[in-house]
């Protein structure tokens, strides 16, 4: 589903490197850029530390993976990860609000001409996304778009900033996130 067209990007999702290589080589081609290393840093956004309290024992197995990838990453690497914490409501805002305009509103008007006014089933992810952009005013979104631009510069002047003249990595880092354990069990018709 399309998140808002400020900040949708075309990629791929795949599990050989060989089937994404020829895939970007098609899509970007002469703009595919490969680097001989890897960025210098590593940064964690979202990753629970050892010494993090989980609420429970999901939350804790979760903990525990997480931190297993980390260090075969950060052995791999042969880098110490840092924390960050790059938060805003901008992301939540774009996202939410250009949904509602650009997918919501029009399905909800086509589903409903043929539906007899009816409202679809809707999965609960977007179901929240939409009910948080319906409790913000119109005009958060310009402020979210602004504020985007904003952030946008910020990193990439100090969290991802171009690396070595873009010869020998092709940024300053390299930024795990998580999201933790969010679990959304799909609702069911009553």
């Given at each position: 589903?399309?998140?808002?067209?400020?900040?949708?990007?075309?990629?791929?999702?795949?599990?050989?490197?060989?089937?994404?290589?020829?895939?970007?080589?098609?899509?970007?081609?002469?703009?595919?850029?490969?680097?001989?290393?890897?960025?210098?840093?590593?940064?964690?956004?979202?990753?629970?530390?050892?010494?993090?309290?989980?609420?429970?024992?999901?939350?804790?197995?979760?903990?525990?993976?997480?931190?297993?990838?980390?260090?075969?990453?950060?052995?791999?690497?042969?880098?110490?990860?840092?924390?960050?914490?790059?938060?805003?409501?901008?992301?939540?805002?774009?996202?939410?609000?250009?949904?509602?305009?650009?997918?919501?509103?029009?399905?909800?008007?086509?589903?409903?001409?043929?539906?007899?006014?009816?409202?679809?089933?809707?999965?609960?992810v977007p179901k929240a996304r939409w009910a948080f952009s319906d409790s913000l005013p119109a005009s958060e979104l310009d402020v979210a778009i602004a504020n985007k631009t904003i952030f946008q510069n910020f990193w990439e002047?100090?969290?991802?900033?171009?690396?070595?003249?873009?010869?020998?990595?092709?940024?300053?880092?390299?930024?795990?996130?998580?999201?933790?354990?969010?679990?959304?069990?799909?609702?069911?018709?009553?």
């Amino acid at each position: 589903m399309p998140l808002a067209p400020e900040l949708d990007t075309a990629g791929f999702l795949v599990r050989d490197p060989a089937i994404w290589t020829a895939a970007s080589s098609v899509m970007y081609q002469e703009a595919l850029t490969f680097f001989p290393q890897f960025p210098p840093k590593l940064q964690t956004i979202g990753f629970p530390t050892p010494d993090t309290t989980a609420a429970d024992s999901m939350e804790a197995e979760a903990n525990v993976i997480l931190l297993a990838f980390l260090a075969k990453v950060e052995s791999f690497l042969n880098l110490k990860s840092e924390p960050v914490n790059y938060t805003a409501r901008t992301y939540p805002t774009l996202i939410s609000k250009e949904q509602t305009k650009l997918v919501r509103d029009p399905f909800y008007a086509d589903y409903a001409a043929v539906n007899d006014d009816r409202v679809p089933f809707i999965d609960p992810v977007p179901k929240a996304r939409w009910a948080f952009s319906d409790s913000l005013p119109a005009s958060e979104l310009d402020v979210a778009i602004a504020n985007k631009t904003i952030f946008q510069n910020f990193w990439e002047t100090y969290v991802l900033p171009a690396g070595n003249n873009d010869t020998e990595y092709c940024s300053e880092s390299i930024i795990l996130y998580s999201s933790g354990v969010n679990i959304f069990y799909r609702n069911t018709y009553l």
